[in-house]
């Protein structure tokens, strides 16, 4: 069974520039959530998505949005790149919302590493 | 306000002793907690979970224990391996969403 993957792994932008980051989670998972990981920061939550709907949505402003697809893949897009959005964003995926059932564990992609100059 | 906290930034053990990573929480209602192992240039893996009506979890060498009451869970990994070097995070679960640690960074000196 094929994990989740995430593309790009690696890309550099510009200041200003937006950019799009693409999530295939596994098959039959419906969920998939996003999270970004900054040096000493641990993972920040972006947001979760499932069934095509935004379900849960955490303390990022409006630059970072995301969509769900009928196939549940997923993008995220964060328009007018800032020095400080250089990270690595990391897509999670799970049959339900939230995590599995009875462990309530995410399947990690690779991750995305964003560097923004 | 940081709902989960992991104190230790970094941990050192030698091969064959215990790790003990701990986590701290303050919200009451999380659901699950678990444990995640991530790997340089690699996503975070799962690793362990305990409901939040356990008190402790097993899985061959990890263990997972929680003490509700003071609103704290640790890891003991027994006996420890060089392969275990890597960062762990502590995350929590409530109402859909995860919340995560800043991780540890545990170090295993063979």
């Known amino acids: 069974k094929a994990g989740v993957t995430q593309t790009p792994r690696y890309l550099i932008k510009t200041r200003g520039q937006q950019v799009t980051l693409s999530c295939s989670p596994i098959s039959g998972h419906r969920s998939v959530s996003w999270y970004q990981q900054t040096p000493g920061q641990g993972l920040q939550f972006l947001f979760e998505y499932f069934s095509e709907t935004q379900r849960n949505k955490g303390n990022f402003p409006g630059r970072f949005s995301g969509r769900q697809f009928s196939n549940s893949r997923s993008e995220m897009n964060v328009s007018t790149l800032e020095l400080g959005d250089s990270a690595l964003y990391l897509c999670?995926?799970?049959?339900?919302?939230?995590?599995?059932?009875?462990?309530?564990?995410?399947?990690f992609g690779e991750g995305s590493r964003l560097t923004v100059l | 306000d940081q709902q989960v906290k992991q104190n230790s930034p970094s941990l050192s053990v030698q091969e064959g002793r215990i790790s003990i990573l701990n986590c701290d929480y303050t919200?009451?209602?999380?659901?699950?907690f678990l444990w995640y192992k991530k790997y340089p240039a690699e996503g975070p893996t799962f690793l362990i979970s305990i409901s939040s009506i356990k008190d402790k979890n097993e899985d061959g060498r990890f263990t997972v224990f929680l003490n509700k009451s003071a609103k704290h869970l640790s890891l003991h990994i027994v006996p420890s391996q060089p392969g275990d070097s890597a960062v762990y995070f502590c995350a929590a679960q409530s109402a859909g969403k995860s919340t995560f640690g800043d991780g540890t960074t545990l170090t295993v000196k063979p």
């Open positions: 919200n009451s209602m999380f659901d699950y």
């Open positions: 999670a995926s799970s049959l339900v919302l939230g995590g599995q059932k009875n462990t309530g564990e995410l399947f």
